[in-house]
């Protein structure tokens, strides 16, 4: 599966983005997806990861109550909508894919995006 993200930017403390994460193929609905940040000087980390039916979420402590991953099947995309934007947010954020169950290591995804650009200014 081929992935494409999209919707990162320049925006202020306590605002919200939407980042997309659009997929070739048709199998996409059989995937488990993450969403990934990395900082200058940091690992990857997983922030939100979703199972392939959309039942199961997990954020990651430093997001839970103001991100939301979510996926649209039909439209083989999956999103994250940020709100409360905080500087330590800012990281190229990538989408991933998988076929076991939500991962924390980027070892259990096979296919990623190209990464986007998130900046919070204080």
């Known amino acids: 599966v081929q992935l494409q993200a999209s919707g990162g930017g320049l925006v202020q403390a306590g605002g919200s983005l939407r980042l997309s994460c659009a997929a070739s193929g048709r199998t996409f609905g059989s995937y488990v997806m993450g969403w990934f940040r990395q900082a200058p000087g940091k690992e990857r980390e997983l922030v939100a990861g979703i199972s392939w039916s959309g039942g199961s979420r997990y954020y990651a402590d430093s997001v839970k109550g103001r991100f939301t991953i979510s996926k649209d099947n039909a439209k083989n995309t999956m999103y994250l909508q940020m709100n409360s934007l905080k500087p330590e947010d800012t990281a190229v954020y990538y989408c991933?894919?998988?076929?076991?169950?939500?991962?924390?290591?980027?070892?259990?995804?096979?296919?990623w995006g190209q990464g986007t650009q998130v900046t919070v200014s204080s």
């Open positions: 991933a894919a998988g076929q076991s169950g939500i991962s924390y290591l980027t070892a259990g995804y096979h296919s």
